[in-house]
């Protein structure tokens, strides 16, 4: 074994526990895998949502209040778009801005994702590697009462208020995972392989519908460890727990765990929300899985990382 660990992560919530692992873990030892489903083309820029909450979060940059975006924000660029009448729905600070920029010349330049994050994570000094989940695009729709909808038209622009029949990740069936995880998975004997407790249908399920990714975990020799984005039957914040009911999913720690039977060997759940009947194939781990303070990222990513080694060490 080494101490490589691999964390499949969303935005907001999955980006709390990767900067719990990156502090925990030694220089160069987490890969942290970012959905990109959310991805879209706004006003001629390429926007990655969830690897930048990860990249700013890891490089101390996110905004502590709002959870996602740069600190320190300031909003002169969607003012003076306002007056010319442009798009505001999709806000988009200055220092944000650099990012899209940045990144769109270089894809346009022929960069795959990949190289371009993998270039800013080192101009913002990150120890993890992060990488998005495929240089080809998957972009997640979903079928709403309202119709197909993209996702970011359902998530920001309607505030994920139409009820949704059903989710589609388009281009997920022909996408390639990106080489940078999917060989740690097969040839590294890794310590761990965390799925972050972000959404489960919008963030997760996108990597896992990459060809040959739940092969892959399911096979693979380290311990997977889930930690679940419920506490109570409720999502902290954001849309999974409505979702998961509206889909006919059960909106609680057994839900979770049923999504992802057959790939995990354990669930971090809040003490409160362990089940008398569980899945009895896998371990089901009470922990404090709210992660208000740094404090409690760290103590967390300790969490899973003990259950890991308890597991391989059986
Ligand atoms: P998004 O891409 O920004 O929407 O973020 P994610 O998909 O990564 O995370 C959204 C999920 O994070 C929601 O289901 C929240 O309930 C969950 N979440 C947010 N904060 C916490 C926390 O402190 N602990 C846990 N366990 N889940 C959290
Ligand atoms: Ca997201």
């Known amino acids: 074994m080494n101490g490589r660990v691999l964390a499949l992560s969303g935005g907001v919530g999955g980006a709390k526990l990767a900067l719990g692992l990156a502090r925990v873990l030694d220089a160069g030892q987490l890969t942290v895998v970012a959905n990109t489903g959310d991805d ?23 905004d502590p209040e709002r959870g996602w975006g740069h600190r ?33 010349h270089r894809l346009a330049a022929g960069e795959p994702l990949s190289a371009v994050t993998d270039h800013v994570r080192r101009c913002l ?16 729709r979903l079928d709403t009462e ?12 309607r505030r994920c208020e139409p009820v949704v029949r059903g989710i589609v990740y388009q281009g997920a069936e022909t996408a390639r995972p990106a080489q940078a995880w999917m060989q740690l998975l097969a040839d590294e004997p890794l ?17 896992l519908a990459l060809p040959g990714v739940r092969a892959a975990l399911a096979a693979c020799a380290a ?8 506490i109570g039957g409720q999502a902290l914040k954001g849309p999974t727990a409505r979702l998961m009911r509206e889909l006919g999913e059960e909106a609680g720690a057994g839900g979770i765990a049923h999504r992802y039977a057959g790939m995990i060997d354990a669930l971090l759940v809040d003490a409160g929300d362990m089940p008398a009947a569980r899945q009895a194939d896998i371990e089901w781990i009470a922990a404090p899985i709210l992660m208000d303070t740094l404090r409690d990222r760290e103590l967390l990513a300790g969490a899973v990382l003990a259950a890991a080694d308890r597991i391989a060490g059986r």
């Open 223 to 230: 311990p997977v460890i889930a930690v679940s984005p419920l």
């Open 72 to 104: 320190e924000e300031t909003w002169g660029f969607m003012e003076a778009l306002a007056r010319l009448g442009g798009e505001t729905w999709f806000r988009l600070g200055d220092r944000d801005l650099a990012m899209h920029v940045e990144r769109t």
């Open 40 to 62: 879209f083309v706004h006003l001629g820029l390429s926007i990655s949502p969830d690897v930048d909450t990860l990249v700013y979060t890891l490089a101390g940059l996110a």
């Open 146 to 157: 309202c119709g197909r909808l993209d996702f970011q038209d359902y998530f920001v622009r």
């Open 125 to 140: 000094g990150i120890a993890a590697a992060i990488v998005p989940m495929s240089d080809d695009p998957v972009r997640t």
């Open 191 to 207: 310590r761990a392989v965390v799925i972050c407790p972000s959404n489960p249908l919008l963030s997760i399920e996108p990597i």
